[in-house]
């Protein structure tokens, strides 16, 4: 099972997030995952894709802050 990626949705789809473990999610991965959840109802053209930078990792495996 492909466990790079999740999606977390409300029953009354109200909310709707698709949450990746890496900054990046390929192209046809994600249409696949948006065309699954039109299929159950969400509405899906209020889905905003954020850009994320990959931070570098700190101590102990955590994330190392953004500096301003």
């Known amino acids: 099972e492909d466990y790079s990626y999740t999606v977390v949705g409300h029953p009354g789809r109200d909310y709707l997030w698709i949450l990746a473990r890496n900054p990046t999610m390929a ?3 994600y249409q696949s995952v ?3 959840l039109q299929a159950q109802g969400y509405e899906t053209s209020r889905l905003v ?3 994320q930078a ?3 990792l700190a ?3 955590a994330r190392a802050p953004e500096r301003t």
């Open 27 to 29: 192209e046809a991965t």
């Open 34 to 36: 948006v065309t699954r």
């Open 49 to 51: 894709r954020t850009l």
């Open 54 to 56: 990959a931070a570098p």
């Open 59 to 61: 101590a102990g495996g």
